[in-house]
């Protein structure tokens, strides 16, 4: 089987507080493969870390264990201004690139891309009025349609909002307090009681959305 | 081939990519439309297209030669002219003044004939033709600080189509200007439109979609969708915003 796109192998972060008693205050876990292109949603509320995956796969924050894998190389093996030819995070207008240089670059790899195969998009600014939805949306499949992996992440708070998600995405990744499950498509994902909750009114009747 | 071109512009900015791949292509006699949110990197990416930025990779062509990286003053020299998002008019100096030094004989001439600048009375002719082209025939001796917001606007495009263009680059337009000052601009544009090849970046996409022939869209320093208005207006999102209501 070819090199997966992205994986994320027992990845695990977690923040502590207390310099000789560690209380963990968060903890994130994730273990996701995504082998073809692909655009894929992220729902969940702030501060359950979306924000923090986001991080972990571009390079930017450093895992507290496992691994994540952009075209079989390890993001944290590649040289710092060199990551985001493999994996970019936009956080809603602006591209977001902030290493911790822990080691020399000069021992590090080569990203061997010149431009980012994994697209992260950080609640784009979604508005009905100007019409740039359209060409965002088309702009994700764009990026698909030349094999790069595509993730929009969003905290749905209007209809419309779970209505371009369902355009476009094709696999859905819910994120609740650290916690990451990932749904083979909207319906699926639907069905959980957890995401029904959280997207309270705008959680669509179930019968519009059986898998 | 295209009048102007952009090919994989790429530039950075510490840690902030600015320009991620930018292809654009402004056919000549055309009104080619550069839209895009705020912070979507319109204006970087015009300031590496004028050369006030160097892009760190990817090349800038005009007319098939390469200006990658050439000073300001030598794009300007082979014919392309820009006004600002910021104006930059010189208050003290009437309309006409501020023509008549646009001028590219007058250019020439250098600082010693300026100040006999009245005496030129065939200068002084050609300027006020550009002024009456751009609506202002009439204010030849009204001092640019007096003219109105939308009033120095149009003064502003005078200049730079003084120094007669190949190419005429106008960025944000329509900023700071209100509704009615927006109209008047737009049919100043719309007149232009017969005789010189432009190019418009814009935050207003209302302004752009009725004035262009081709609009790319530049989102998170890419360009993200490019075509026709007509074409861009088939999206379904495109056609429930503002853009795709009919009046």
């Given at each position: ?6 994986e ?21 876990e ?21 924000t ?12 507290s ?5 952009v ?18 995070h ?16 000069l ?7 010149d431009?980012?195969?994994v697209h992260?998009f950080?609640?784009p ?6 019409g740039?939805?359209?060409?965002m ?9 030349q094999?790069r992996?595509v ?11 779970l ?8 696999r ?32 669509p ?7 | ?27 000549s ?10 912070g ?7 300031n ?38 910021i ?23 250098g ?23 751009v ?53 100043l ?6 005789d010189?090849?432009i ?21 998170w ?7 026709t208005?007509e074409?861009?207006?088939?999206n ?7 853009l795709?209501?009919?009046?």
């Amino acid at each position: 089987m070819s090199v997966p796109i992205l994986e994320i192998e027992g990845l695990v972060k977690r923040y502590a507080t207390g310099l000789f008693q560690q209380k963990e205050t968060f903890r994130l876990e994730a273990d996701l493969t995504f082998h073809d292109s692909t655009i894929v949603g992220i729902l969940g509320p702030n501060g359950s870390g979306k924000t923090t995956l986001f991080e972990l796969i571009t390079g930017s924050n450093v895992p507290s264990a496992g691994n994540v894998r952009v075209m079989g190389r390890n993001i944290h093996d590649v040289k710092y201004a060199e990551r985001d030819r493999l994996a970019i995070h936009y956080h809603q207008s602006y591209q977001v690139r902030r290493y911790r240089r822990t080691r020399p670059s000069l021992l590090m790899q080569a990203a061997g891309h010149d431009y980012p195969i994994v697209h992260l998009f950080d609640e784009p600014q979604f508005n009905t009025q100007d019409g740039y939805i359209g060409f965002m949306l088309d702009f994700f499949r764009k990026l698909r349609a030349q094999g790069r992996l595509v993730f929009v992440c969003l905290h749905p708070n209007e209809p419309y909002h779970l209505e371009l998600m369902e355009e476009v995405c094709e696999r859905y990744v819910f994120v609740l307090a650290g916690r990451i499950r990932g749904f083979p498509n909207f319906g699926s994902m639907l069905q959980e009681p957890d995401i029904r909750t959280y997207l309270g009114k705008l959680a669509p009747s179930e019968a519009e959305h059986l898998p | 081939m295209a009048l102007f071109e952009a090919h994989g512009i790429h530039k950075r900015f510490g840690h902030q990519v600015v320009l991620e791949q930018i292809n654009l292509s402004f056919e000549s006699n055309q009104l080619s439309g550069v839209i895009g949110p705020n912070g979507a990197g319109k204006t970087t990416c015009f300031n590496v297209l004028t050369g006030r930025f160097k892009p760190d990779r990817g090349q800038v062509l005009f007319d098939g030669e390469d200006i990658t990286g050439l000073a300001p003053n030598g794009i300007a020299r082979r014919g392309i002219s820009r006004s600002f998002q910021i104006m930059s008019l010189f208050d003290e100096y009437s309309a006409l003044e501020n023509l008549l030094i646009a001028l590219p004989e007058v250019r020439k001439r250098g600082f010693s004939m300026m100040r006999r600048l009245d005496a030129d009375s065939e200068a002084a002719d050609r300027a006020s033709c550009v002024l009456a082209r751009v609506g202002l025939a009439g204010s030849e001796h009204r001092r640019a600080g007096d003219l109105a917001y939308g009033e120095r606007r149009s003064l502003e495009i005078g200049v730079a189509l003084a120094a007669e263009p190949r190419l005429l680059l106008l960025d944000e337009p329509t900023s700071g200007l209100g509704a009615d000052a927006t109209a008047r601009l737009a049919e100043l544009v719309r007149s232009l439109k017969s005789d010189y090849s432009i190019v418009v970046i814009e935050h207003d996409m209302r302004f752009l979609f009725d004035l262009a022939d081709t609009i790319s869209v530049i989102h998170w320093g890419q360009v993200i969708a490019s075509g026709t208005p007509e074409a861009l207006r088939e999206n379904k999102w495109v056609r429930r915003s503002m853009l795709g209501r009919v009046e």
